[in-house]
T-cell receptor, first 113, second 111 residues
Framework: NAGVMQNPRHLVRRRGQEARLRCSPM?????VYWYRQLPEEGLKFMVY????????ESGMPKERFSAEFPKEGPSILRIQQVVRGDSAAYFC???????????FGPGTRLTVL | GESVGLHLPTLSVQEGDNSIINCAYS??????FIWYKQESGKGPQFIID?????DKRQGQRVTVLLNKTVKHLSLQIAATQPGDSAVYFC??????????FGTGTRLTIIP
């Protein structure tokens, strides 16, 4: 049973470019959560999605950031016009139902030059 | 605002000894608490969780204690091994819809 998968593992972008981060939840999991982690800090919640629905996006910046979890395929976190401050590790977690344990993927490390 | 914090940012323990990592939380509405272990370059790995209707829960070599009166959470690791070296995060949630993480404690096991 494969765990949560994220790709790419490392992503380098220049300022102004777009970054697309993908997350495939564990089999049978329909709840996906995205978190951001700066070096030497804890994870910060960004957005919580179920299939085709955004449930809670209270932690996501209002501009340039968007997330989706389509009926088919992985969840996508999209960052438009990246800036250096977007450099961080982005982690995705999934759970089978609300209230169940969240299991994390290996993360995508975004570096903005 | 509400926050989750850790008392000690670093902890060094002799191999074979027991370790205790502490965590304070401030959201009295939180009903779910969880400990994750994160090794360098990897994602958080679930260790153990506890709900607010319990005050103690045990796993393999790990025990989580919850004191709701003083809003305190601790993780005890018995008979530490070199592989236990990592950063440990506590996190809290209401219904586990979104987790609020603490800063983390770096645990180093001394051979």
């Amino acid at each position: 049973n494969a765990g949560v998968m994220q790709n790419p593992r490392h992503l380098v972008r220049r300022r102004g470019q777009e970054a697309r981060l993908r997350c495939s939840p564990m089999k049978g999991h329909s709840h996906v959560y995205w978190y951001r982690q700066l070096p030497e800090e804890g994870l910060k919640f960004m957005v919580y999605l179920q299939k085709e629905n955004i449930i809670d996006e209270s932690g996501m910046p209002k501009e340039r950031f968007s997330a989706e979890f389509p009926k088919e395929g992985p969840s996508i976190l999209r960052i438009q016009q990246v800036v250096r401050g977007d450099s961080a590790a982005y982690f995705c977690a999934s759970s089978p139902r609300v209230g169940d344990t969240q299991y994390f993927g290996p993360g995508t490390r975004l570096t903005v030059l | 605002g509400e926050s989750v914090g850790l008392h000690l940012p670093t902890l060094s323990v002799q191999e074979g000894d027991n370790s205790i990592i502490n965590c304070a939380y401030s959201n009295s509405a939180s009903d779910y608490f969880i400990w994750y272990k994160q090794e360098s370059g990897k994602g958080p790995q679930f260790i153990i969780d506890i709900r607010s209707n319990m005050d103690k829960r045990q796993g393999q070599r790990v025990t989580v204690l919850l004191n709701k009166t003083v809003k305190h959470l601790s993780l005890q690791i018995a008979a530490t091994q070199p592989g236990d070296s990592a950063v440990y995060f506590c996190a809290e949630g209401v219904g586990n819809e979104k987790l609020t993480f603490g800063t983390g404690t770096r645990l180093t096991i001394i051979p």
